[in-house]
Every structure is written in structure tokens, then in C-alpha cells.
């Protein structure tokens, strides 16, 4: 099995993971949007109220994470299939195998990664 092959085969499993992860979590969003219209929650002045627009922002949030992991699953396999994938995009080094075992959507290699986050 060649190595893009295998990476092919990671990113699949990554897209249909965050694929069902983002069903569930529509699914929860919903919950939460039908709930809260079915009381007559003040946000601001019921006590429940700041716990459900907490929970609403949060799902939407993770989905809206979800939804940047697509587009990072996707730009890998455009990665892939222009013959790019392993290159890091700053200093067109490979990436470490192992680094794109653990993380499929890698752009670039651990030392520039480290070098773009200052923390």
C-alpha cells in the first residue's frame, strides 16, 4: 500500500468521524433551539437562561469546528491528489511520517508548526 494510499485512507476515516460527530451535534443543537422555544426562557433573567444560551453557543461552536475539520480533511485530499501531501507549505520540508499518522491534515512539519505558535 503506497503512502498516499494510506493517507487517503486515514483522511476517509477522519471525514466520516467528523461527518457523524456534526449529526449528532446539529442534532443536539436543535434539541436545544426546540426546547428553549417551547418555554418562555428570559435569557437574561431566568436563572436556566444563561445555562441554555451557554449550551446552544457551545454546540454551535463545535459545529462550527467541525464544519473548519472538513475543509482541513478536504484541502488534504486536494493535497493528495496534487501530489503535495508530506510537504510542509512554509519551508517545503517533509513531514515527519509520524506527524501525519497523528494528524492527517497537517500542513506543515513540527518545526514550523512551532515556530507559528508562540505559546
Known amino acids: 500500500m503506497t503512502e498516499s494510499s494510506t493517507a487517503a485512507q486515514r483522511l476517509t476515516e477522519e471525514r466520516r468521524s467528523t461527518n457523524e460527530r456534526l449529526a449528532q451535534l446539529r442534532d443536539d443543537f436543535a434539541a436545544i433551539v426546540a426546547a428553549s422555544a417551547d418555554s418562555n426562557a428570559d435569557d437574561e433573567h431566568d436563572p436556566e437562561g444563561s ?63 512551532g515556530q507559528a505558535d508562540p505559546a
Open 51 to 113: 445555562t441554555i444560551a451557554f449550551e446552544r453557543a457551545q454546540v454551535g461552536a463545535l459545529i462550527e469546528q467541525g464544519e473548519r475539520h472538513l475543509a482541513e480533511i478536504e484541502a488534504a485530499q486536494g493535497r493528495i491528489d496534487a501530489d503535495t501531501y508530506g510537504q510542509c507549505e512554509s519551508c517545503g520540508r517533509n513531514i515527519a511520517p509520524a506527524r501525519l499518522e497523528a494528524r492527517p491534515i497537517a500542513r506543515t512539519c513540527i518545526d514550523c508548526a
